[in-house]
């Protein structure tokens, strides 16, 4: 960490500084310029408060040099990590394809997704239960029936399921889930994240609508340091002030969350868009940048949909694009 | 509701539409013009899914008429909500002064700052105990003992005292704390919600980072809709492209708030500027745009501060402003 | 276009706004709710004030209908435009590699990467002469003397070239340069966008940091309103919140631009991403999601580079992503 | 500057890049840490690429440690910069009130305009006469026919004037004009900000619509390096996420500009809120965090208004809020 000190910072006033560091149990490096002092302090600094320091009269600004998570970073785990369910393997060379309603709705609306988009190449069914909505009004999802109605298509196409949880009071429904999904808006929900941490299964975490790719690592962080290394980070779409699709998909985070951690990166381009049409060329630019696999919403009846059916592709549509998808992911991997 | 039809779209297919319509219990007045035909749905159109309606290839858009929120809807409930704790009211013309410092560490700590900002005119004492920190190697707060320490605090000084909780899992610690806090990345936290609106205490709750103002409505409706009437609303800093302060304080939420809601609004200027010297300024503005009361932070020694002390004025600093808010109050309201 | 009357609107207030809307040369088409009025505004709607309405105390909301823009949009020019320069093509299917230094520096340096981008597949030479900076005291470009050398390198290699204008004062200087290229920062320097039109010169024009789609179109709009057709759009990143990448490519616009309208689409993944090793998965991630062509920085001696060294390529990198760039088009393309 | 290095650099790289660095006239001490070294550069590094420094492969970050900026900074100037027109003073204690309509329409509409906002308080009368629009089929101002009625109701009032300029090309037609505004889209046209800063007319600057606090005192300093000292700075709202407000005015930019720079800094709520009630809380808060100014629309007849009608006060409105703002001017000023 580095930090620099004003110009008319006293003698006084800087031992004063290096001292309150040093009972951190850091070291500090003096060094001198014309117009500014600057301080290097060596040591584990993760637990100083930067902005705490930035706060100083003396201080005219702090920077890190280290980054503050550990377990995510690649520094310290250079291989790809894989996470693997089932007989699907993501990250490590592996592409996975995730796909399905946005809603559970019936057991035979269900089962013929899953069995269409197995058709189609899929490797693991998506579908909500728990649903986090605006408005208390809207429809929340089925819930644990939600949760049951995967079972049975799990049971009928030997697919690994993926459904999203809103809170850890509901863990023990997700026995029998394949990957737990953390949804954006429950991306610091740090309590929710330390419990999840403290389970053995797979986490789709997605990034916050408005998170940093810091934030996002130390998130992961924070499943990490319970012990649950199985996490499949998942970008879908950022705020910004354009208003043309749902949100701004932020393909370029792909190579830089790959070249700053081992967990795997797979995108969401349906919820991201919130457009049917946007979906299959945003889910080909997310292959060709690298991802580990795509998450796209397929539905039988679209019109019919409860929820989030302007973003689902019916399984013909689907069809087609996974075969795309496989074309460009052979391209770019030459 | 209105829905705009594309052009092209075929007899057919809009009495289909229509007819899908009106099994939703929706009134459809039809209306051509040259180029677009228009539906204006007339009915409880809450339910429906604008997305969806959106997302259909005959459709050109979708505009809401009415606002989905009801509850917090200063239409359904001209008058101001008024909320009282102890001594304290907030909103209707009382205007309301939080104070205390970002972390409570020790009882000498919180009893001396109860003291001085109880002097200093300061009706309801804050005091972070279980706190949402970005990375899980960073202090989170004394927890159940930081509870504690501000019951000793009220004790002392008599002033009502406001937390923040992190889960409904530990709604039982707060059974004598005052106001429950929604921190902004819990405001769409839908259990949690869901569960305070259960509960019959205040609940002060905070604007996410990225939430719109109707967001920031439907979350207080989460509550509202379970019962419990007695919302703050606090603008706490948005986050934009600029960095020069922590986030971007959005003042004009405060009198927009006012018109759509009849909740009352106080600002936090503290965590949106991370800055103890924009904090005056910025208290100032609140209390000029009509803000039904301020929250900041004080600290007794800002440097051994275990976190957010860069943010935080001393107790004569607050003095200072604590009086110069009163006179700017009184200027404004004549 | 489309006025929503507030609940509470006498009818005399209505009649008055109505008589109004008449004087505009508009039919007003009148639907009443049960809570609201609706008013169609059929016929040139083009040149009503959208705020004017909006802020009337009897208007609830405004909404348009059809898009302002005309021109430059597919409903009334259905077929794609294609920009021809020399042997170049972009747009209707044919892909464009444009690749050269961010900065015309010496003779050799412009002809030595001109020559090794032919080499390996660009069909255009960029080089910047006037360079925006944000800073008075940063490097200008060589201006004229830049252009000269441009145009040394276009004899020697027979690659067209584009370069930046700042001002139409400059624009003698432009008259053997095959595009002129309108930076981020003056798409919305509407005196420069009308005198470009005046000229016959194909444009690039990039989109400003923070412009919406709506607002790119009807700077091409501005452009063609003055007579000139020939317009390239480029997407070169847009401001957010993440600082981890210059700029956030924001790459759904490709496929929306091309629905919407008729004109070639770009991408600049260099100036996006602001980090060489960037620059190939989103320049592969440009073409897998349709655009008509990629224009990357390409410089022999990255170390010397006078600006923006930081995201060139070198050539050999730039041979390698064009052979896998051809791949991946020619994938999505089946 | 400091340049922090990657673990890994060797010794050969390092004193490779110390070299060069040299070349450029400055002078390096070298840190070395446990993980990292540091290389302090000493001098003027106000002409370093920071981005190119950050390219190379064996540089981990780069960051300035003194200001770009020069002569816009308090540092180098510590006393306000006085701004004088006529009788009207801005900055160092002096609050100007600058009002008038959007656009100028008439010769009787400008007068009566003028009258009457003289009467209620205002210093300064603005107006425009060449107006920005986003498309290119709306109104676009009077031109030299609305800077000649300008010009007469300066002459009926004795009030100063401002209004903005497009192009440089048009500077003649401002020889009478008291201050020249450069408007937001035009804040980086920075051919336009040399030219103007050759004159000797005061400038006000409004700050760009996604323009951090550093890019707008950098076009300041674009202005002052050709010689021109008045620049009045004006915040006028930046693009956020949110929607509900045209812009997000960023009032904290007011005390911050006021800490960086001795240039006066002035608010403008009408363009920022774009809704007329909402401008006088805003235009209160902007006294209230210190702004040297406000600029406020003002009509004779909003619903005839060609342009900006939405944001326009009526004369008895603004000469409400005129006297509230001079009250609380008073309390904070004590």
Redesign the interface.
Known sequence: M?T?LKQGTSQAQMEHLIA?LKEQNLDV?V?R????T?L?L?GDT??I?M??L???DIV??V?R??E???QCSRQFHPEDTVVSVGKARIGGGHFCLIAGPCSVETEEQIIEVAEKVKAAGADILRGGAFK????????QGLGADGISLLLEAKKATGLPIVTEI????YLDLFADVDIIQVGA??M?????L?ELGKTDKPILLKRG??N????FL?SA??IM?EGNQNIILCERG?????????N?????????LH?LSHLPVIVDPSH???????VP??A???????ADGVMVEVHND??R???????SLRPEQFASLAG?MR??R???A?
């Open positions: 580095i620099v309150w490096h060094s310029g014309q117009d500014y600057i290097g060596i993760s637990r408060d902005e705490l930035g706060s100083l005219e600004s920077k040099v280290s503050p998570f550990k986090p909505r605006t408005s208390p009004y809207d429809f809103m809170s850890a009071h808006r429950n610091q929900n740090f309590d929710l330390k609508l408005a940093t790719l810091k934030e130390m962080e924070y340091s950022i705020r910004t002030f354009d208003t043309y699709s749902r701004t998909l932020d393909l370029t985070i792909v190579p830089m070249e991201a868009t919130g457009k049917v049409r946007l060329p945003m080909l630019a997310a292959v060709a940048c690298g679209p019109i949909a409860l929820c989030d059916g302007a973003q795309k074309t460009v052979k391209a770019v030459q």
